[in-house]
């Protein structure tokens, strides 16, 4: 902890908007350093981003002089060395695995097939159509949340959110997450607990200021 918190965020990226909750919720002031991922071929391929984060992937935290990278790392840094107002993981072993798996359901089984870089891959090398990447998305969601709906279903440990009554690390990877469900159209009906867990959460200023159309990059309404 040496210095100002820099956020290198693009505003739909999942793994950002990740990061920019748990700022949110430990009430970590930062400035917001925005990368398009789209303009001029992608800003995060720039020999000086690059530098920076040699995957050229969003989000980058900077603090002082040191840089983190990987979203999950960088909310399990600021969990370890700011108090802030709010503790993003629970106190007993036990209940840290189980959100730490729920954490890593979305994370590293459900967001990495339908990653940007992987659509565009579709497209570039096998011109998949626009409706067969759609389903492509809505297959893997699908199945993610179906297994995630059922370990959420009767848990003694959900309450409000995904463990217990206060918003969690599960809970920064859970929103962002159904954030892209609705937008590539899957039926949520299927899930009520996911979709009472995500309203919840919207209803704090936390995840609102965070929410991809509240960033400063976000294409402004005409």
């Not at 979305?106 to 998949?128: A, M, W």
């Not at 159509?129 to 003694?156: C, S, T, V, Y």
């Amino acid at each position: 902890m040496s210095g100002e918190l820099v956020l290198y965020s693009y505003w739909r990226s999942s793994a950002a908007y990740r990061v920019r909750i748990a700022l949110n919720l430990k009430k970590l002031p930062y400035a917001l350093q925005t990368v398009s991922l789209i303009q001029n071929g992608g800003e995060q391929h720039n020999v000086a981003y690059r530098q920076l984060n040699p995957q050229g992937l969003v989000p980058v935290l900077l603090d002082g002089e040191r840089v983190f990278r990987q979203s999950l790392a960088i909310i399990e840094y600021l969990e370890d060395a700011y108090d802030g107002a709010l503790q993003l993981l629970p106190s007993l072993a036990r209940d840290r695995a189980r959100v730490r798996a729920l954490a890593q359901m979305i994370t590293c089984d459900i967001h990495p097939l339908g990653n940007q870089r992987v659509l565009q891959y579709l497209d570039k090398e096998f011109s998949t159509p626009r409706i067969e990447r759609q389903r492509w998305m809505l297959h893997w969601i699908q199945i993610g949340f179906n297994a995630l709906e059922l370990l959420l279903h009767d848990h003694p440990s959900v309450g409000l959110f995904c463990e217990a009554d206060v918003p969690g690390l599960a809970d920064c990877c859970l929103v962002p997450q159904v954030y892209n469900a609705y937008r590539w159209g899957l039926g949520m009906e299927p899930y009520p607990i996911i979709r009472r867990i995500h309203a919840t959460c919207m209803e704090l200023q936390a995840f609102q200021h965070a929410a991809p159309e509240a960033q400063p990059d976000a294409p402004q309404p005409n």
